[in-house]
């Protein structure tokens, strides 16, 4: 929505977007498709579920490659931001406008706190299907259990799995406090959002209106940054009221979680051909 008013705020009128929410147009990989296609114009997916267009995209599946937010905006926001956009250009033919965000994702379960990764061991966690993030429970001595999104909560519901893992946004707005009690601030994976755009429709834009786009789009993506930490804010203000034991991450010992990760992210990077960017990433990530 704020794309569609900045577009045609800076264009003054001459460029309107129509807004189609709740998979109107269809899930991420339709979205992705169509946008391929040109039947659809612009669409914002989460970047996991278009690594089949950009395996490099990958990275983001990485646990602890990010130190906070900081650190991710000025990844995302410079050279390898952009590197990463041109990349998924070349491969899929789709122009990437923008980096949004989906979140920091978080553990929770039902049977016990969780302050370090020994914590994990024995916990039946559902995760997404992504072969380093199974791996990556695993090691921690957990088992990881893939599972449609939607049939998590009467998993979490009946016992059949103990917890899961998700932004803070997801376990607020689904309500998935009401089938876990414990909480850990452990923000294992940053998971960011793409705002895309066709190329069919983009080569239909004068220059002046792909800028605009560009800036809608850029302008757009902060709002939607800030829009998530003040929800997530106010989540993890509620969630104790709302029975929930939260621990935040100065109460975690991030470290432990942190050395099961070196050799996930050294195994996987290099698989994926990633471990320049990886190390760029991590560089970077030094000063904070």
């Known amino acids: 929505m704020k794309f569609a008013e900045l577009v045609s705020e800076k264009s003054g009128g001459s460029l309107q977007v129509e807004v189609y929410p709740s998979a109107l147009l269809g899930n991420d990989r339709e979205l992705a498709e169509g946008l391929q296609m040109g039947t659809v114009d612009a669409a914002v997916c989460d970047?996991?579920?278009?690594?089949?267009?950009?395996?490099?995209?990958?990275?983001?599946?990485?646990?602890?490659?990010?130190?906070?937010?900081?650190?991710?905006?000025?990844?995302?926001?410079?050279?390898?931001?952009?590197?990463?956009?041109?990349?998924?250009?070349?491969?899929?033919?789709?122009?990437?406008?923008?980096?949004?965000?989906?979140?920091?994702?978080?553990?929770?379960?039902?049977?016990?706190?969780?302050?370090?990764?020994?914590?994990?061991?024995?916990?039946?966690?559902?995760?997404?299907?992504?072969?380093?993030?199974?791996?990556?429970?695993?090691?921690?001595?957990?088992?990881?259990?893939?599972?449609?999104?939607?049939?998590?909560?009467?998993?979490?519901?009946?016992?059949?799995?103990?917890?899961?893992?998700?932004?803070?946004?997801?376990?607020?707005?689904?309500?998935?406090?009401?089938?876990?009690?414990?909480?850990?601030?452990?923000?294992?994976?940053?998971?960011?959002?793409?705002?895309?755009?066709s190329e069919s429709l983009w080569n239909k834009l004068t220059e002046e209106q792909q800028n605009i786009c560009k800036e809608a789009a850029k302008e757009a993506c902060a709002y939607e940054r800030q829009f998530v930490s003040d929800l997530e804010a106010r989540a993890i203000k509620e969630l104790p009221d709302l029975g929930v034991e939260l621990l935040t991450n100065d109460q975690i010992d991030t470290e432990s979680f942190r050395v099961a990760a070196a050799p996930i992210i050294e195994k996987y990077g290099t698989e994926m051909g990633v471990m320049d960017l990886v190390s760029q990433i991590q560089a970077i990530g030094e000063k904070y």
């Open 47 to 197: 970047s996991s579920t278009v690594t089949g267009f950009c395996p490099e995209l990958q990275l983001f599946s990485l646990p602890y490659l990010f130190k906070n937010s900081e650190h991710v905006y000025e990844v995302l926001d410079g050279e390898i931001g952009q590197e990463l956009i041109d990349m998924f250009y070349e491969q899929s033919g789709i122009i990437g406008l923008a980096w949004g965000e989906n979140g920091w994702r978080q553990e929770t379960n039902s049977i016990h706190p969780v302050t370090c990764a020994a914590d994990m061991q024995g916990l039946k966690i559902r995760t997404m299907e992504i072969s380093c993030h199974l791996d990556y429970w695993k090691s921690l001595g957990a088992d990881p259990t893939p599972m449609a999104w939607t049939e998590v909560y009467t998993a979490l519901q009946q016992g059949t799995v103990d917890g899961q893992e998700n932004p803070v946004q997801t376990i607020y707005t689904q309500k998935v406090y009401e089938v876990q009690k414990y909480m850990s601030m452990t923000n294992h994976v940053y998971a960011p959002m793409l705002m895309m755009m």
